[in-house]
């Protein structure tokens, strides 16, 4: 298994895990309903934000997008049957270590409420801290190491 920083090629394989998740699931449908589509989310990474994806055997097992203009972690999804493996920690970790090298002191991402929702305690157990802040889904922030 191998992180490296996505290409263009590879959104098709975002849409494919994006869609097949087993929580917080969406289709294709709802995904455009917000703007999100194989043709808008190339544009969506500019210089102020990257996305990386964990590959083994040449595939896609799980990707995250952050942005540092918003200071946050637009999504990071993995593959179902490949959780568990240290893929999303690898990944948040080099999404976390980009925002901050990029100047932003407290970052953020947005999850599900439902507190059986996996990603809450994953998100947790990264040290990532719940936000009060919004009615509906859950905000975790993360700040900078020594901020």
Not at 20 to 45: I, K
Not at 95 to 123: H, K, M, P, Q
């Amino acid at each position: 298994m191998r992180v490296r920083p996505a290409a263009p090629a590879d959104v098709p394989s975002f849409f494919e895990i994006r869609t097949s998740a087993r929580e917080n699931e969406m289709s294709m449908e709802e995904l455009a309903s917000q703007g999100v589509t194989p043709q808008t989310l190339p544009a969506l990474m500019d210089e102020r934000a990257r996305a990386w994806v964990a590959e083994k055997d040449s595939k896609v097992m799980a990707f995250v997008i952050a942005s540092s203009l918003e200071a946050r972690i637009v999504a990071m999804f993995v593959r179902p049957g490949h959780e568990q493996q240290g893929l999303g920690r690898q990944l948040m970790r080099q999404a976390e270590e980009w925002l901050f090298s990029e100047g932003c002191e407290e970052i953020w991402l947005v999850t599900d409420d439902d507190e059986r929702v996996r990603a809450n305690g994953f998100y947790r157990h990264l040290g990532w801290q719940e936000d009060d802040l919004l009615d509906g889904p859950v905000r975790f922030i993360k700040r900078a190491p020594g901020v």
